[in-house]
């Protein structure tokens, strides 16, 4: 599930479905240095629709981060 799917018109830009184990595997690989995960753009909480609004545009050469810390 992506948070485009969670917001109100925007349709989710995958539907991918992990095997059992899947996101261990990534993370134990992200932990090792062996995969790197490239971020395309970083949005603050208060703009969840313009980078939902990105990521459904599949035009995406990276993650869409959504920064839910607050100042």
Same mark, same amino acid.
């Not at 899947?22 to 208060?46: C, K, N, S, W, Y």
């Given at each position: 599930?992506? /948070?485009?799917?969670?917001?109100?018109?925007?349709?989710?830009?995958?539907?991918?479905?992990?095997? *059992?184990?899947?996101?261990?595997?990534?993370?134990? $690989?992200?932990?090792?240095?062996?995969?790197?995960? *490239?971020?395309?753009?970083?949005? *603050? /909480?208060? #703009?969840?629709?313009?980078?939902?609004? $990105? #990521?459904?545009?599949?035009?995406? #050469?990276?993650?869409? $981060?959504?920064?839910? #810390?607050?100042?």
């Amino acid at each position: 599930c992506t /948070i485009a799917a969670q917001v109100e018109g925007v349709a989710a830009a995958n539907g991918a479905n992990a095997v *059992p184990g899947a996101l261990e595997e990534i993370a134990a $690989l992200v932990a090792e240095g062996r995969l790197r995960v *490239p971020i395309a753009a970083r949005f *603050p /909480i208060e #703009q969840i629709r313009r980078a939902a609004e $990105l #990521q459904a545009g599949r035009h995406v #050469q990276g993650k869409v $981060l959504i920064d839910l #810390q607050t100042e």
